[in-house]
């Protein structure tokens, strides 16, 4: 699913940034109100239901032998066609952003502030166009050839420069290769090798010293939008590099006024690396008519509910990954203002109220952590309990009806405390990056009574692919697809899964399909038909109303709530070289922030660790002492941090088997290797206790 590395906004410290929800409950006591008199003020204020654009339970078009499924907007007359864009004055991200400028009259555009108790200020359209083009202007004056053979790295928080910088640069053609910090410094390194950028746009100093640390030989000049030191500068004279600051590159160009150079649609407009599993990160080439055509298929399906220049959007995914860049089209191409969360993120929820956006992206984990945090709020009052549930329950009802809103008396005395704690104004959040368990969409589609839509999509169609309609509140199905793109299922006989018997592994086929992995044609050729097939390595089933469902995973990949892929066999080749490890299993689901695992320890060392400490027992019973998990847990942790594994990648808890996995019993493969189907099934009752301490 989409690759949206979003570990920074939800870490495990950040409990007390929810606890806005546990005062959800506060406004239930003066819910007196009997729920006669509830029904009744529900009644004459109840919104008229949603308009569909097709049938619920026909939800897509099915052509030829192989079952190749296609929106209904694809369809004109009796042809199918996919499209590439709906407006003609945006057939490039250049142009969408002139566009906004156009239908936006010059509104609102970028917006941030300085201090959690400062307002938001707002760069227009016609000024933010302007500073984008003078930096532009300042990267040629530098020496930076117009044209999409000009690779430009940056590698910055969500900020104004972000979008600067990336406008800057199509107004010229040439091409953003988005840096952000979970890759890790060598991979950092890697990209600007393997693209031979020769410029990298830092926000801040931390970021110019991590790249002035053995810098690639490629690289010339870093341009820094937060002041640095004299040591920094002196450090990059040092190592040969050229450092500039976002506002003398933008002077620069002002002074010179380079006249831009407009890219074609078939042009790159960004290579973006996928964080990647196992190896190197690969780079995603996705062209200006792959992003428009992805962000335009989008709107169509949104129908009236697409963004507008009324609409404001809380940026706070990363920037460097496809489903925030794509809502940004979005925004910019409907004439929309985009304003910042403040980078810092025990200020979110203040930032959320200060901006009071109508608009969010926003990934799995997000609502998970609400969800538990207003069960948790609930679970000491009765009737608050009552009350809430009654509330949602009335709100539920509306939904099966296609009514949405907040303007019951549920929202005005139960709800009001949630929807407020987001600014009050949300009205349309898009979810990707990973499956959301069905009752918590249906509970946030009626607290925040707000149109809440399913994607599923990947970095290499350029973020979403299907898209549930709005009108269709069933949930555990990621909607239909987008009039950009075909879909159909292959066999993938070693899993037992057929196309004919309706599931198989998910290919995709559009103008929002990737050109290939930068540099790499074999991996390509893995990925990429010769039909133009991307094949996703997901498994997926079509439902009987034609929406898609994801059931499985070809590879031994998964992907945990946040949006992180997670490769089980490189973390468990990392743990067995512990002296006390024997065996391991790691273990995530979707619907989990993390992994878990299963290990099976080295009977000798664990024996030898407890005679020298006096600790008595089998080994069967020091499988069960606490003091021998956290032994095992501190040392294959450090094993982890050493092998370069991530904060996501490494278990969060274990269970100690004293039994090895073995060909007799099942758990292996006659050539030893691990039958994880087997294991997961073998463990489920263990996993699952395990899983428990985190719900």
Known sequence: MFSSDSELIFRSDEEQYFDFITGAAGLLAVAGVGVAAASAYNWINKPKPTQLPFELDNQTLVEGPEFIHYSHFSKQGNAIKLISYIYEDAKTLYDGFRRGVRVSNNGPCL???????????????????????????????????????????????????????????????????????????????????????????????????????????????????????????????????????????????????????????????????????????KGVMLTHENVVSNASSVLLQLGDEKPNKTDVMISFLPLAHMLEHISHVGVFMGGGAIGFFSGNIANFMDDMIALKPTISPAVPRLFNRIYDKVQSGLSHSPLKRFLFNAALSSKENDLRRGIVGKNTIWDKLVLKKVQDSMGGRIRLIIVGSAPLAGPVLTFMRCALGCIILEAYGLTECAAPTTLSVHGDYTTDHVGAPLPCCAIKLIDVPDMNYYAASGRGEICIKGANVFKGYYKEPEKTKETLDKDGWLHTGDIGTFLDNGTLKVIDRKKNIFKLSQGEYIAPEKIESIYIKSQYVSQAFVHG???????????????????????????????????????????????????????????????????????????????????????????????????????????
């Open 111 to 281: 917006g941030w502030r300085e201090g959690p108790t400062d307002e938001y200020q707002w760069l227009n359209y016609q000024e933010s166009l302007l500073r984008a083009q003078h930096f532009g202007s300042g990267l040629v004056a530098l020496g930076l050839r117009p044209g999409p053979e000009t690779l430009v790295g940056i590698y910055c928080r969500n900020c104004p420069e972000w979008v600067l910088s990336e406008y800057g640069l199509y107004s010229f053609s040439m091409v953003i290769v988005p840096l952000y910090d979970t890759l890790g410094p060598d991979a950092c390194r890697y990209i600007i090798n393997q693209t031979e950028m020769s410029l990298v746009i830092c926000d801040n100093e931390d970021k110019c010293k991590l790249l002035l640390n053995k810098p690639p030989a490629c690289l010339k000049q870093l341009v820094h939008i937060q002041p640095i030191s004299k040591e920094t500068v002196e450090l990059a004279k040092r190592k040969n590099i050229n450092i500039l600051s976002f506002e003398c590159v933008q002077r620069i160009g002002a002074e010179r006024k380079h006249t831009p150079m407009p890219p074609k649609p078939e042009d790159l407009c960004t290579i973006c690396y996928t964080s990647g599993t196992t190896g190197n990160p």
């Open 589 to 695: 689901e979707s619907l989990k922030s993390c992994t878990v695992g299963v290990i099976v320890p080295d009977v000798e060392s664990v024996k030898r660790y407890a005679e020298e400490r006096g600790i008595p027992g089998a080994h069967s019973v020091l499988c069960n002492m606490p003091e021998i998990k956290q032994l095992i847990m501190n040392d294959i942790t450090d094993l982890g941090k050493k092998g370069g594994l991530k904060s996501f990648e490494q278990v969060k808890d274990i269970y100690l088997h004293p039994d090895a996995f073995s060909v007799q019993n099942g758990l292996l493969t006659p050539t030893l290797k691990s039958k994880r189907s087997e294991l997961h099934s073998f463990f489920q009752s263990q996993l699952e206790y395990v899983y428990r301490k985190f719900n």
